[in-house]
Each structure stands twice: as C-alpha cells, then as structure tokens.
C-alpha cells in the first residue's frame, strides 16, 4: 500500500501554548502533501518537522477565523522566496482572496509562482478537488461562521493480478493492464474468462475526515462513515458543554459519540482549549466511549 | 534608575529558522512595554519568554513586509480573547490599517478593545509618542519599501536633593518637589537658595535606536549619535555587499561602521539571512571595527 499519513503542525484552538500551535496539518499520500488549515507558526513547524514547504502545491482551508488561516501570508512569503515554481492551489470561503490580497500587496512580485484560489461552497457535500491518487470532499460544518470539513478518500485500486492463472493462460501485457481495471480477458481463440478468475481484489482504498470548527453535529455521520481516520475537534471537556454550545465547539465525550456513531476505525481530538495543561481528562473521556481515540499532539504523525 | 530594557523576540530576516523568528522587539521601562515591529509567531515567543501581552499597549511598525507584520492579526486576535480592555495603539504606514480591517472581518467583536492606528510620515524625523517618561522618535530608513527607525529615549529624569542641605534649612514637602523639577528655594525670611546648592545632577537619560530594514544609510548618524544602545540590521556578511546593496540591507562590517561614527555605546546587530548556521563570523566582522558589538538571539535581554 502507498503510505498515507497525517501529521500535527498545530493542534491547540484560538490561543496557541508553549507545546501547541495553532490547527494545521499535512495530509501525505505517496509523498503528495496536502495542508489543512493553516494558523500562525504553520510554517515555523513545517520546518521543526521536517516536511518540505516546496512540496505542499494544495491547501484546504475550513474557515476564515484567524487561529486556521494567520500563517497563510507567511508560508506564502517563504513559499516564493524558496523560488516555489507553479501554481499553489487554496480551497477556501471567497472572502480569503480578498484579505490576502490585500495582506501581501507589498511582497515581492512571485515571479514564477502563482496562487489560484478556489470558492468553497458551504452548502452541501462537494467534490472539491481530485488528482490520480485522491478524492477530497467537503462538507458544512456549523460553526460561528461559514465553515467545512474535509475528507480525503484514495481512488479505487487496481485489482491484483492472480499471477499463477495469468502466466498459465498467457496473458499479454495489455490485456494484463485491462485485467486491473476490471477487463474480462478473451483468450486467442474467443473464449471470455471472466475477469474474476484472474484477479484478487484491490487493496481497500483509505479515508480520512477532518471536523473543526463545529459543534457537535449528528448530520455528519452518514458523511464520515467507516472512515480510517477521523480528526475531530473536541475543545473542551463535557463539564463545558454548555460553553461547548454557545461558542460552536465540541466536547470531547460528544467527539467520541460520533466517532462511535459513524463506525470509524480510529478517532484523534484535537484543538484543544489552552486551559487543559494536561489533554489526559480529555482522551479518558473519549475513551469510555470510543476506545481507540487518541490525542492530536504537535508533530504526531498518524499513518493510515 | 529605572529598569530598561529591549528584549529580542525575533532575529532572523525573511525566513523564519529553528532557533530565530522573524523580526519583533519588546521595549520594557519601568515595566511599561512598548513593541516594535510583529514577526508571525511574535505571540508565541511572548508565550514563551513570559512576557505577558496584555501589557502592550503601543506597537511601531517599522515598515509592511510580512516578516515585519505577520504576526500582528494572531497577537491582536489573542489580546482581544484574553479580555483586554482600552486601547491598543500602534503605529505603521497607513495602508496596515487597510490591510488588518480585511484580514480581521472574521474577528470576533472586540467589545471593550479598540485598536488606534496612527499613520507614519516616512519624510523626516518626528516625535510619534510620548508619555511620562519616554518619547518615541521615528525617522527615515531606506529599503525598497517606505521604512522607518525609531528611537526611545527616557525623559529627563527629576534633580536628586542634597539631603543633608534640604534637612538643615527644613525645605518642606512641596518645595522639595519644586526642587526636583529645578527651581530655587525661597526661606521663609525671603533669602533666594539657587537650585544647584541644594541639588546633585540627575541621572542621564538613556536611548535606544532600532534600525531596520535599510541600506547602509550614513544620513541616520546624527540622528542616532550617542544612544546607549543601538540595534541595527546585518542581515549579511560583508562579503555579500553586493547583494545587500541589491536587496536594500546592511552588512555587518556596515552596521558596525556606522555605530562606530555614531559614537554609540553598545551594538546589538540582527535581521540575519537564514544561511547563517552561526552568526560568529558576521559578529567578528563587526568588533574589528566596533568591539562591543553583541548578536541578537531570539529571548536575549539587553538592559540599558
């Protein structure tokens, strides 16, 4: 299987601490690297971590408030300084383009390097971006204001070819690349096999889902369900559910209710309010629930 | 005398580095806190410094390229949520008022918090602040955008009494503080005592210069002649002149002359270029000429 990971770079909410950044991520398929959100020091961490600025040619930002957007202008900057060639492409609510063009009027001209940004609908489900390794969606969350979350789904795989059956029968090279796809094969003399006696089935395909801000949102479930991996945030504790429900956030206890709702496999929490020194409170709490739930931690890299 | 101090929160130029943020400076006399310029991640060198940020209340912005602002949309963002109240000056080319009235619209409501900008002639030199015990001049740099230095400097301090002098002639209260400020003493029988019999000098009043970005700049020297403590930027090694002079910065054997011209006391050099693994060679450069010269690292505190 490709490798597919996700890594921290920040995981506190508004105010970042002495251990925890602001939300930002690196999806990485096969050394394709997808960022999600991007608060201030995004780029700070990007480089602590190891992960090459260069490489991140997509960002998928969930809203406008500042704690997932304020290390854009930066990571931007240092992008075209680094002599960034290409287009880097930004997924976000239509008034980012706006700030941001007004945020670098007085960086130096890129030259080479352009950014494209792309309106995020928050209406319903979308297909919002696609290559030949991954399909990402997004999805309304509710929060303060317009916001999504993102899931990043593999494409399909090519089936397996059964190399004992292929070899007996002599299957040419192009019917064999027919056959990943799911051809039938037509042997020289007119007989069809059918394209499962020549074929195990493709690797499954992996998923990830990406909740914050929002709160706790039952309408959800159906969308991240059976996920691999869902990153959901849980800001608070449940004894602050009802700061949970008048800033738009989630407690922790409710996080790990939808992770067990939608079946998923494995759920990480994160944008954690700066008043938790410890998130333990947080993760035990989850964990009556939803067993496999782990906390979001900066420069945590969690592989699907 | 009263505690002054600058403390260092960020030292490199454009690129951030592991060790190095980008430009911001904490000004502290007398525990009030005056900032110049706001690097991305300048609240969390704060954070970690343990210089509490609600204390700011007055900002010099030196000029708009982002290593010299992106941090000020965070830093407002977590003054406004840790419930600071009144005003927060700061003081910059007008066009950041512009560009932070866009980038905040997503802001929540500031309710008791305002921020004040006050726009920046970058003409010639002018007073920009003053309170009870510091004014704050700007004055002309030169870079490839309208950019500005800054020096603080203490207001002359009040006449230290002659104690034993005072007592012997029974100088009430109220007089001794007219004393202070300089006047004579009248007694009571109407004999005229001249100030300078009954008082010792005060203490001298210090200074701080900050000066970045800018090409080396000769016409700054009068202007910054015999502050205590000058910081001014050395982004390169004197064997990249040719590309300080492109980009419109300072060597180190530069910022050293011209702290040797100005008579300063002591050089604080900064603003380095991320390929400085170690800046030994860039301060060795600058002590042939100017020997007390000390390199600015992130969390350094200068005491004047």
Redesign the interface.
């Known amino acids: 299987m490709l490798p597919f990971s996700v890594t921290i770079l920040g995981s506190s909410s ?5 251990t925890r ?2 939300t930002s991520q690196i999806v990485n398929l096969n050394d394709r690297l997808y960022m999600i959100d991007c608060g ?2 995004t ?2 961490q990007l ?2 971590f190891g992960i090459k600025t260069g490489k991140i040619n997509h960002i998928f930002i969930s ?5 997932h957007i ?2 854009l ?2 990571l931007i ?2 992008m075209a ?2 002599g960034k060639k290409g287009e880097l492409h930004i997924y976000a609510h239509s ?1 980012l383009k ?2 941001m063009d ?7 001209e890129l030259d080479d390097f352009k950014v494209v940004y792309h309106p995020l609908s928050f209406r319903g489900r979308a297909v919002i971006f696609e290559d030949s390794k991954m399909v990402v969606d997004s999805f309304p969350l509710k929060h ?2 317009p916001c999504c979350g993102f899931i990043f789904r593999e494409k399909p795989h090519e089936l397996h070819l059964r190399g004992d059956k292929v070899d007996y029968l002599n299957v040419p090279i192009r019917d064999r690349v027919a056959l990943k796809s799911g051809a039938d094969f037509c042997t020289p003399d007119g007989k069809i096999v059918p394209n499962h006696e020549l074929t195990f089935p493709p690797d499954p395909t992996r998923s990830y889902a990406f909740c914050t801000d929002t709160i706790c949102r039952k309408q959800i479930i159906p969308i991240i369900e059976k996920v691999d991996l869902l990153y959901h945030e849980a800001t608070f504790a449940d004894d602050l559910s009802d700061l949970a429900l008048k800033t738009y956030h989630t407690t922790s206890k409710q996080a790990a209710r939808i992770a067990a709702d939608a079946g998923v496999k494995k759920l990480i929490i994160g944008h954690f309010s700066s008043r938790y020194k410890s998130v333990k409170p947080l993760v035990d709490e989850a964990r009556v629930i939803f067993p496999n739930t782990f906390p979001a931690n900066d420069g945590d890299r969690f592989e699907l």
């Open positions: 508004a105010l970042p601490t002495e950044f602001p201030e020091g780029q700070i480089r602590k809203h406008l408030h500042g704690d304020f290390g202008p930066g900057s240092t300084l680094g008034e706006i700030m007004h945020l670098m009027k007085f960086m130096n303060r204001i």
